[in-house]
């Protein structure tokens, strides 16, 4: 069965670094443009990242709130994405999912797929 995985969430004081990553487990050949959002308790799910791919070429955007601070990277070859956090504030604590629309001619795998959440938490 493939499906998203997070990881690397967790409690860091403010000034601190993350790196959280995003697999997608289990075989498929589809291309997938990985991205970033994150959920505070009481406000919209909001984008943070994204990974877009054009051939061999990767664009990434961002945020203005995290410009600066984050990295996001995709490795193709394990179909992981990752997002570097530095500097992290309180005001990035918050559920970070990450999100991939799969294609291609051979996807199995197709369209708009969530994982299930990586906790962020910054202290103050």
């Known amino acids: 069965q493939v499906r998203l995985v997070e990881s690397g969430g967790g409690s860091v004081p403010a000034g601190g670094s993350l790196r959280l990553s995003c697999a997608v487990t289990g075989y498929t050949r589809c291309q997938h443009d990985m991205s970033w959002f994150r959920q505070a308790p009481g406000k919209e799910r909001e984008f943070v990242s994204s990974?877009?791919?054009?051939?061999?070429?990767?664009?990434?955007k961002y945020a203005d709130s995290v410009k600066g601070r984050f990295t996001s990277s995709q490795n193709n070859a394990k179909n992981t994405a990752y997002l570097e956090m530095n500097s992290l504030k309180p005001e990035d604590t918050a559920m970070y999912y990450c999100?991939?629309?799969?294609?291609?001619?051979?996807?199995?795998?197709?369209?708009?797929?969530w994982g299930q959440g990586t906790q962020v938490t910054v202290s103050s």
């Open positions: 990974i877009e791919n054009d051939g061999p070429t990767m664009f990434a």
């Open positions: 999100k991939t629309f799969s294609s291609g001619p051979w996807c199995e795998w197709p369209g708009m797929h």
